[in-house]
């Protein structure tokens, strides 16, 4: 059964930081695209954050180019989205997806057959 459990959020004041840890199981997650996502209240839930098997290819949304970074453990299944000088704006629920079978990275939601619960980020000003 293909699992993803999604960890590391909390309640941080603005510029401080996080890091988020996705943890895989149950699939071929070692060669898939790994992403991240958000929700904040009341939008739509939007791309925020993608990586490639080798880690090798990344792709950020705008808002969040030279405060976060994505990585990646093959050996343990796991990415992790490092989130530095966090804003109000970053609050929302994070969540991690996985394209299994597919090695090309993708900003849309629907290219992504699997995901995780999802983890609140707050952000107080």
């Known amino acids: 059964q293909v699992q993803l459990v999604a960890s590391g959020g909390g309640l941080v004041q603005a510029g401080g930081s996080l890091r988020l840890s996705c943890a895989a199981s149950g699939g071929i997650f070692s060669t898939s695209v790994r992403g991240w996502f958000r929700q904040a209240p009341g939008k739509a839930r939007e791309f925020v954050a993608a990586i490639n098997w080798r880690g090798g290819d990344i792709d950020y949304i705008d808002s969040v180019k030279g405060r976060f970074t994505i990585s990646r453990e093959n050996g343990k299944n796991t990415v992790y989205l490092q989130m530095n000088s966090l804003k109000p704006e970053d609050t929302a629920v994070y969540y991690c997806?996985?394209?299994?079978?597919?090695?090309?990275?993708?900003?849309?939601?629907?290219?992504?057959?699997?995901w995780g619960q999802g983890t609140q980020v707050t952000v107080s000003s």
């Open positions: 997806a996985a394209r299994l079978g597919y090695a090309t990275i993708s900003r849309h939601e629907y290219e992504y057959n699997s």
